[in-house]
């Protein structure tokens, strides 16, 4: 089959496809990207035959959804059957590209009787023993339950025409499938994990975990980290499921000797590249978002000192707090080594590298708070200032006779002057620019302040690598940066994603996306993907650091080598560089991406 008729929207026409995830509407991670950036292409091939099914938990999603009331397609009715049995069930348009129809099942809805009943069986018909007291795996064993009698519905109405395809993402969304297993059900099941329950633990705390791979014993481990119901689900799902898939060649592996299938397909991750597409030159947008991040910086750092902004670099890191497995540990020593060198070398340039990842903390660091506004002060008197003497300056030039400026400071009242003084007395200090702009839960312990400390880069005046640890998301109604995180990623240089264990990665490819080069390894999906498609993927502005064979500190050394590198580009360099990441990204749109989950579903049909 062509492409084009891949793409078409009468794909499958003879069936329906009910999607099933943990994260539709609830973003706890990047299956919700994965969820949500698909969307638009599979509206444009599916169209009324295809929704989505997730969890009502979150408290604000009514926000996201636009009620549906007619009930005539079979998603509704199946919906409404549930209802009026007394369940919680919400369908609804979801207010993102593409508008697809949810239905989203509270899993709070069920009783705790049957919740008990619901456990029971899971151990008796599948051996799956849970905790009674674990809040998050009584509410996915409910959602597991009311997403199968929402299949049962489905089957009720669908007809001998119409076959139905049943796509769960990971443990928390695919316990429906044992029972349909085990009842005969006719629907075609396809299970995707995107990281295995205990790869992420063993990666974190194994330091030979790829080499040691095959040699694991899954129930022991389980056991060991306290995750014996989680990974036992998701043992038993990759067991039963028709089709067994995962994001990358990585991953497989570890699916392979921790879940003991070999999956059937790969399912590489895209984006929805529209969603990043500019109306005017993006190059515009770099410049107008990094003098938004250059307010930050003079509010951050010039009460202390002050550097050329002109000759400023802005990296980044971002994503989910993994210190280990996102990379954050060799972020850090490569950025040693590079302050070093730039120090040796007394270069004129400067390096603020922002780590933005969620943490828990109190609030906003007040003396944060306090130099941001009292600079905006600042702004605010010589705006006054410069209108006024704009305004004299002008009548002065139109009614004296000789030609010479005028002495400028005659202009200002005293008022002003004394006003300005003031204002950056009280603003300046010999303090050094603080490292976190919030007041961490356990900052004593956090991974990020402690390796900052024992590397000294501490925000030093003569250090050419300035740290910001932002422990929060970026968005507009933030009161620091003031601006979407997709903005903060235009307005950098460079993003830093070199991961010890990620299945797929995101972040490197919103980097790219966006027009800003980045940084990610071999030992991501993403950057295994590279390697084995892309060869040219360093010119088009994409590094990948190796580490599945290589030390930690030759990896860092590395790193720390083609950040300087970077650094030495000429501005042209520079631009054209941004202009090839940006039309690289174009391979990674789900319209060619797609076409991987197609031929699955194909074979989901003729089977």
Not at 259 to 266: H, M, P, S, T
Not at 336 to 347: A, I, M, V
Not at 553 to 566: G, I
Request: aromatic fraction near 14%; glycine fraction near 4%.
């Amino acid at each position: 089959m062509s492409k084009r008729s891949l793409l078409a929207p009468v794909f499958l026409p003879q069936a329906y496809l009910v999607e099933v995830a943990w994260e539709v509407c609830n973003q706890v991670g990047g299956i919700y990207t994965v969820i949500r950036s698909k969307v638009p292409v599979m509206m444009e091939q599916w169209a009324g035959r295809y929704c989505l099914i997730g969890p009502y938990v979150h408290p604000n999603i009514s926000a996201e959804l636009e009620p549906l009331d007619d009930i005539e397609d079979i998603f509704g009715q199946a919906a409404a059957s549930l209802r009026k049995r007394g369940y919680d069930v919400h369908y609804a348009e979801w207010l993102v590209t593409g508008k697809p129809r949810v239905v989203l099942l509270n899993p709070n809805s069920v009783d705790t009787d049957t919740l008990n009943v619901i456990k029971y069986l899971l151990w008796q018909n599948h051996g799956i023993s849970t905790p009674g007291d674990n809040a998050l795996i009584n509410q996915v064993v409910s959602f597991g339950y009311l997403t199968k009698l929402f299949i049962d519905e489905l089957m009720k109405l669908s007809g001998e025409d119409h076959k139905v395809i049943t796509h769960f993402h990971e443990w928390m969304g695919g316990l429906p499938i044992l029972d349909i297993k085990r009842e005969g059900i006719p629907v075609k099941t396809i299970f995707t994990t995107h990281a295995t329950q205990l790869g992420r633990h063993l990666a974190i705390n194994s330091p030979q975990f790829y080499s040691h791979l095959p040699f694991f014993q899954w129930e022991d481990e389980a056991r060991k980290f306290g995750v014996e119901t989680e990974a036992t689900m998701e043992f038993k799902i990759a067991q039963s499921c028709d089709y067994f898939t995962t994001v990358s060649d990585l991953t497989a592996r570890e699916c392979e000797y921790l879940l003991k299938r070999e999956v059937d397909a790969i399912l590489p991750n895209g984006l929805n590249i529209q969603r990043f597409e500019t109306l005017y030159e993006f190059q515009n947008l770099h410049s107008e978002y990094k003098e938004q991040i250059h307010d930050f910086i003079m509010g951050h750092f010039f009460h202390s000192y002050s550097f050329d902004l002109d000759k400023t670099m802005y990296f980044f890191t971002s994503g989910r707090f993994e210190f280990k497995n996102k990379g954050f540990d060799l972020t850090l020593e490569a950025l040693s080594y590079l302050n070093e060198q730039l120090k040796r070398e007394g270069s004129d340039v400067t390096v603020v590298m922002f780590f933005v990842s969620k943490r828990d903390y109190y609030s906003i660091k007040p003396e944060t708070l306090h130099s941001h506004a009292v600079m905006e002060e600042i702004r605010q008197t010589c705006d006054a200032i410069l209108k006024q003497v704009g305004s004299r300056l002008f009548y002065e030039s139109t009614s004296r006779n000789d030609h010479h400026l005028p002495n400028l400071n005659d202009f200002v009242d005293e008022y002003w002057k004394l006003r300005y003084r003031r204002t950056i007395q009280s603003w300046k200090t010999n303090n050094l620019p603080s490292l976190v702009t919030h007041n961490l839960v356990d900052e004593e312990h956090d991974e990020v302040m402690k390796t900052l400390q024992e590397k000294n880069l501490l925000n030093h005046k003569d250090d050419k690598v300035k740290v910001v640890y932002h422990p929060d998301f970026i968005s507009s109604t933030n009161p620091l940066f003031g601006m979407d995180y997709l903005h903060f990623v235009r307005g950098c240089n460079l993003g830093v994603f070199p991961s010890y264990y990620e299945p797929w990665g995101y972040t490197p490819l919103e980097a790219l996306a966006s027009g800003i080069p980045a940084v990610t390894s071999d030992l991501s999906g993403f950057g295994d993907y590279l390697l084995n498609n892309f060869p040219d993927h360093e010119k088009n502005g994409i590094f990948v650091v190796e580490r599945s064979k290589r030390t930690f500190d030759w990896s860092a050394r590395q790193l720390a080598a083609y950040m300087y590198r970077f650094l030495k580009l000429s501005r042209r360099e520079r631009v054209i560089q941004r202009n090839n990441a940006e039309s690289y990204s174009a391979y990674f749109d789900w319209k060619n991406l797609i076409l991987y989950y197609n031929s699955i579903y194909e074979k989901a049909v003729a089977r």
